[in-house]
Nanobody
């Protein structure tokens, strides 16, 4: 059974940092495209970042560029999202999602969103003083 799950959410003050982890089970996440999405209260879900298999290539939403970093952690069969310089507008539930494609040399957050087959339950991130 294929599964992904998030960990690492919490409450942090503006300017602080959090690290989210998306751990996979039932498959090797190194051969899957992984994306992070978020949904703030009263807003639509938006793509935050993704990482391809080959390269790997990465993509970030304009709102998080220079502050968030996505990376793979093969030892844990996981993909991490390091979030620095957090702002109140980063408050949301963060979801990781994945799809199997060992040849993927790119990733997208909108065009290929329907390909993200495996979704986690979400991790709450709150940025407040």
């Amino acid at each position: 059974q294929y599964h992904v799950g998030e960990s690492g959410g919490g409450l942090v003050q503006p300017g602080g940092s959090l690290r989210l982890s998306c751990e996979a089970s039932g498959f090797n996440v190194d051969y899957a495209v992984v994306g992070w999405f978020r949904q703030a209260p009263g807003k639509e879900q938006e793509g935050v970042s993704c990482i391809s298999v080959r390269g790997p290539a990465t993509m970030y939403a304009d709102s998080v560029k220079g502050r968030f970093t996505i990376s793979r952690d093969g030892a844990k069969n996981a993909v991490s999202l390091q979030m620095n310089s957090l702002k109140p507008e980063d408050t949301a539930i963060y979801y990781c999602a994945a799809y199997w494609d060992p040849s993927a040399a790119e990733c997208t957050l909108v065009r290929d969103k329907e390909r993200y087959r495996f979704w986690g339950q979400g991790a709450r991130v709150s940025v407040s003083s």
